[in-house]
């Protein structure tokens, strides 16, 4: 007779978990919607920003783990580059 009222009592304990897990789960539903919502607008911000900041291939340097813009110089030949170089040098020396 104890062990019918105890294998009823872990049955009804155990009845009670599960139905404490789908009251849990109706109830927080209408939050898990919002928040697979929230993710997928996440996503697609993401790509967008991706879009806006991407670089053209040919005007692009890759690093260590991103994409940096290539430099523009001021000096468009090696040679004027030369040339300002070595003025101060020689006024230096």
Same mark, same amino acid.
């Given at each position: 007779m104890l062990a019918i009222l105890a294998s009823l009592v872990i049955a009804a304990s155990g009845a009670a978990a599960i139905g404490s897990i789908v009251v849990t789960v109706l109830a927080q539903s209408a939050a898990m919607r919002q928040? !697979?919502?929230? =993710?997928?607008?996440?996503a697609r911000d993401r790509?967008?920003?991706?879009?806006?900041?991407?670089?053209p291939a040919g005007n692009a340097r890759v690093?260590?783990?991103? !994409?940096?813009? =290539?430099?523009?110089?001021?000096i468009s030949r090696w040679s004027d580059a030369e040339v300002l170089l070595s003025e101060p040098l020689r006024e230096a020396a």
């Open positions: 928040v !697979i919502a929230d =993710a997928r607008l996440i790509e967008f920003l991706v879009r806006l900041t991407e670089v690093t260590v783990g991103h !994409i940096c813009p =290539a430099p523009r110089y001021a």
